[in-house]
């Protein structure tokens, strides 16, 4: 593995820049919130929970030093979202650079998954990266001559991973919007990228999505956690033999967001050690969870009269 040491960035090459970042209490978005405020930027964090975010800011003040800034915000709102904008604008005066990372996720099965579940995840992740990132520009970059937004994906809409269907939906909307916001606001001097994580180390995604907590079948639960054994399994089909961890997404969103990536805009850069090349599709290696499928068409194909594949493929 690389050592610490030998990914270092220049020291405060994110001085002078302010930075919001959304879901940034925990996981991924903590991750990158840590790594800012070690290169210099000042942080502003948002989610539901104020305790979350404000124990955040004070921890990750105390270990590394800087300044983190708690709010509290549903992405989805979005006059809320614009008065948090308004009065960062006024405490900070700028926004330069978002990073959209909030999102809610879990394993369903489409055909039971209830409306309002695929809305929420619908609107949480897409519309709101949309209503962060039209603030954003309208309320700073638009002043300011410019900015920077990250939006973090995931790669399971590449193959269309089972059980993923409302978190694939809305994460492939958001690999669009990166484009067209990218075409829309180059000119404005606004670059607009995209992080596809991999499986990463610790995190509520590695926990809610472990396959030994999937739907089988009809939206049943199995019972045990995801344990070493299963990990082992999963690390043993990623190309590079490993799961990632925060400071893998965490500095690849510090490159896309440095004048080194001035000419990259547009595009979304898988950090996943090249797991979707060979388990993007990862629960169907899990042998219950593809039993519960093929057994879902083998039924509903009975109730047919209709056993083999014929005249309806
Ligand atoms: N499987 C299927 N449906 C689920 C579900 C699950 N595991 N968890 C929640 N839902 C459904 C709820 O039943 C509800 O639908 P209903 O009204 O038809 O019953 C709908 O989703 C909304 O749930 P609710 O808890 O009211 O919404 P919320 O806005 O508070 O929570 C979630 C959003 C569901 C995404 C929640 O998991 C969350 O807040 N997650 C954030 C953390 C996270 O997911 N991290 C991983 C990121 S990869
Ligand atoms: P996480 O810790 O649960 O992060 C999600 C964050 O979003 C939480 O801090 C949550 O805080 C916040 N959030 C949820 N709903 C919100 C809302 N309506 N408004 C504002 N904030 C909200 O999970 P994670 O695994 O680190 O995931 C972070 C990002 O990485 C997500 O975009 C996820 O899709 C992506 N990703 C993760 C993995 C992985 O392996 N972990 C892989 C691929 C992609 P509150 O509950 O306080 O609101």
Redesign the pocket.
């Known amino acids: 593995m690389v050592s610490d040491a030998a990914m270092s960035f220049t020291r405060d090459c994110l001085k002078g820049k302010v930075a919001l970042i959304t879901g940034g209490g925990s996981?991924i978005g903590r991750g990158i919130t840590s790594r800012f405020m070690e290169l210099g930027a000042q942080t502003i964090i948002v989610s539901r929970k104020y305790d979350r975010v404000k124990s955040t800011a004070e921890e990750l003040e105390k270990q590394v030093g800087g300044s983190c800034y708690p709010v509290q915000g549903d992405v989805r709102d979005y006059n809320a979202i614009g008065k948090i904008f308004d009065h960062v604008m006024e405490k900070f005066n700028k926004v330069d650079i978002l990073i959209n990372c909030a999102?809610?996720?879990?394993?369903?099965m489409p055909d039971k998954?209830?409306?309002?579940?695929f809305r929420?995840?619908m609107e949480?992740d897409a519309h709101g990266s949309f209503i962060c990132s039209q603030h954003a520009f309208n309320k700073s970059f638009s002043k300011i001559g410019g900015g920077i937004i990250i939006n973090i994906s995931m790669t399971l809409h590449y193959t269309g991973a089972l059980l993923q269907t409302h978190?694939g939906t809305a994460k492939a909307g958001i690999d669009a919007m990166t484009k067209h916001l990218a075409a829309e606001w180059g000119p404005c001097g606004v670059r607009v990228n995209g992080v596809a994580p991999g499986p990463i180390a610790g995190t509520?995604?590695m926990s809610?999505?472990g396959t030994s907590k999937a739907?089988v079948p009809h939206g049943t639960s199995k019972k045990n956690d995801a344990g070493d054994d299963e990990l082992d399994q999963l690390t043993a089909f990623i190309p590079l033999q490993r799961l990632g961890n925060q400071k893998d997404i965490a500095n690849s969103v510090v490159f896309l967001c440095l004048p080194e990536a001035s000419f990259i805009t547009g595009h979304t850069l898988v950090v996943d050690g090249g797991t979707w090349l060979t388990a993007g599709n990862f629960a169907v290696l899990d042998t219950a969870v593809r039993k519960a499928w093929v057994e879902r068409g083998k039924a509903i194909r009975a109730i047919a009269n209709d056993t083999e594949f014929t005249s309806k493929l």
Not at 113 to 117: F, I, P, W
């Open positions: 996981g999102a809610g996720n879990f394993l369903a998954l209830s409306y309002n579940a929420t995840v949480i978190a509520a995604g809610k999505l739907p």
